[in-house]
């Protein structure tokens, strides 16, 4: 066990420095998807909240989303890409199986100093991220990280599926995360997976276990399946547990929660889980209607929408919460 780094009688912990977010131009309606499957604007928006989503350019990956959601970021931290120690891309669309999108990011950015890597938690993916940077500045290893969350889905999605492409668009956000010995920053993360329902949500086509083939082109197994229904019911509970014991393990009530900042999935699960937890709508933060699921970018999204737009406050208790294929799901719980 590592003991905790102290500065007097101060706790070494990390914090969010700065935030920046970007989403591509194009924007595709529902109305453009009654145009290409078999779907409503009424049937979308009533089971999943969404009205539009984002879609990267020809020939934009990745990196190139999440390059510009980084400038931003650091820009608003006021520091250089040199002073950045480490690089952690959360992904599920890397620009290449590899090189790793981080080390693509790296160079794009021009951070000499920093080691980068990616991981692979889908949608729980900025939490998992967080939670490695976290432990490496709370273990004074360093001081300055750079976390990003992106995702180009819209390359993953099957466009001929109706009920699983009207939920997904691209999208990237990324935050610098900085050493700090004050009375705030990231107060406690939990992060949990259970494979044995992998089933629930995946990509079957691709890896070693069924590698590109022309049986798996016809297939159509390089896209994304999921398993609706049963998705749902998971998420809610799993989300509901994980928020209510990160609550509880630092001793406060869903009332002194100022803002919930969850994964943008589905608004049906986000007011489940809401209720659940009695907080309002009113403290939960939902762009969901316009972004559509970004996966891993949801969260660092949102995040920087809610503090760009004044929702959130220093000293404001924040609860980000999200829930992907895996299974994964994370919570964590900041002093802003």
């Known amino acids: 066990m590592i003991s905790p780094i102290t ?16 989403l591509p131009e194009k924007i595709l309606s529902n109305a453009d998807l009654e145009a290409m499957v078999d779907t409503s604007d009424a049937w979308i928006t009533e089971r999943t909240g969404i009205k539009e989503r984002r879609i990267a350019g020809e020939g934009q990956a990745t990196s190139d989303l999440a390059y510009e959601a980084s ?14 120690e480490m690089i952690i891309v959360a992904t599920i669309t890397g620009d290449m199986p590899f090189p790793s999108t981080a080390c693509f990011l ?11 890597f990616d991981i692979n938690a889908t949608c729980s993916g900025f939490l ?21 969350g992106a995702e180009v889905l819209s390359k993953v999605t099957d466009w001929q599926d109706r009920s699983t492409c009207v939920l997904f668009g691209d999208g990237a956000g990324a935050a610098v995360v900085e050493a700090t010995y004050e009375d705030r920053g990231l107060l406690s993360i939990s992060i949990n997976s259970d494979g044995s329902m992998w089933e629930l949500i995946n990509i079957p086509g691709g890896g070693s276990r069924n590698p590109v083939s022309p049986e798996t082109i016809r297939e159509r197994m390089h896209y994304i399946r999921m398993k609706g229904n049963e998705t749902f019911k998971v998420a809610v509970r799993t989300l509901e547990d994980v928020a209510l014991k990160m609550l509880a393990d630092n001793g406060l009530a869903s009332s002194q929660i100022s803002l919930l900042i969850p994964h943008q999935a589905n608004l ?11 907080l309002p ?7 969901l209607e316009r972004y559509g699921n970004t996966s891993a970018a949801s969260i660092p999204i949102a995040l920087d929408e809610a503090v760009r737009s004044g929702r959130v406050r220093e000293g404001d208790y924040l609860l980000l919460e999200a829930f992907g294929g895996g299974l994964t ?7 802003w």
């Open 281 to 287: 709508m009113e403290k939960v933060f939902v762009n």
């Open 71 to 84: 400038r931003v970021a650091l820009a608003r931290a006021g520091i250089d890409a040199a002073d950045i």
């Open 268 to 278: 049906r699960i986000i007011q489940a889980t809401a209720e659940r937890l009695n």
């Open 329 to 335: 799901w994370a919570a964590a719980l900041m002093k």
């Open 7 to 22: 500065r007097g009688c101060r706790l070494r912990r990390s914090r969010i420095a700065a935030l920046g977010s970007y």
């Open 128 to 148: 998992y991220a967080l939670y490695i940077a976290d432990g490496l500045i709370r273990a004074n290893v360093h001081d300055k990280i750079l976390v990003v």
């Open 106 to 116: 790296q160079n794009k950015l021009g951070a000499v100093r920093a080691v980068g």
